[in-house]
């Protein structure tokens, strides 16, 4: 357990609609990373974060933006929601220092109708 | 581009052994080996870094081929605990740790 939360844990909204995850951790982690999976494509990442404010892309990152103000929080916005958009979404942290490894949160099941 | 990973299913009875395999096109700095339970988040198994030592705890052990780009995961007298989907993920250094994951290899364990 890395100290990392997801909320919510489930949402159900409409197509249009604007959306936002939000990825907590308690562990002052400068890594942050917004994945979603797909059945048949694994995880594949949205957008990243290196520290505050310092935010880029990942392979898939059309229709999300993010954001992070604090180092505790990242959030990913869903500006215009899309069926095309309902997955698992998880966020992920790299520990701290000279190690590499990279651990997960819950997830959060979104579905757009 | 993401690795490849083979078998993409493989079933097995209790104690037999088995071997996932994860290839890639690019040049790799480490291959990160994840297993995940059906309705749950990928649980960290371990890490292979370019220049390291094979690595391996329990019954479960790694390899990795800085050459051929390839890493392989080797899970041997398996438990029915071991049943799960495994993906591997791909770093290619300087790239803010980012990764590149395989679609996944199904496991199946049964008794």
């Known amino acids: 357990d890395a100290g990392i939360t997801q909320s919510p844990r489930h949402k159900v909204t409409e197509t249009g609609t604007p959306v936002t995850l939000r990825c907590h951790q308690t562990e002052n982690h400068r890594y942050m990373y917004w994945y979603r999976q797909d059945p048949g494509h694994g995880l594949r990442l949205i957008h990243y974060s290196y520290g505050v404010k310092d935010t880029d892309k990942g392979e898939v990152s059309d229709g999300y933006s993010v954001s992070r103000s604090k180092t505790e929080d990242f959030l990913l916005t869903l500006e215009s929601a899309t069926s095309s958009q309902t997955s698992v979404y998880f966020c992920?942290?790299?520990?701290?220092?000279?190690?590499?490894?990279?651990?997960f949160g819950p997830g959060t099941r979104l579905t757009v109708t | 581009q993401q690795p490849v990973q083979s078998p993409q299913a493989v079933i097995l009875r209790e104690g037999e052994d088995a071997v996932i395999n994860c290839s890639s096109s690019k040049a790799l700095y480490s291959v990160h080996w994840y297993r995940q339970k059906h309705g749950e988040a990928p649980i960290f198994l371990m890490i292979l870094l370019k220049g390291g030592e094979q690595k391996g705890h329990d019954k479960i052990s790694a390899s990795f081929n800085e050459k051929k780009q390839q890493s392989s995961l080797y899970l041997t007298a398996s438990q029915l605990s071991y049943s799960g989907t495994y993906f591997c993920g791909t770093e290619g250094g300087g790239s803010n740790y980012k990764l590149t994951f395989g679609k996944g290899t199904l496991l199946t364990v049964n008794p």
């Open positions: 992920a942290i790299k520990q701290q220092g000279n190690s590499y490894e990279q651990y």
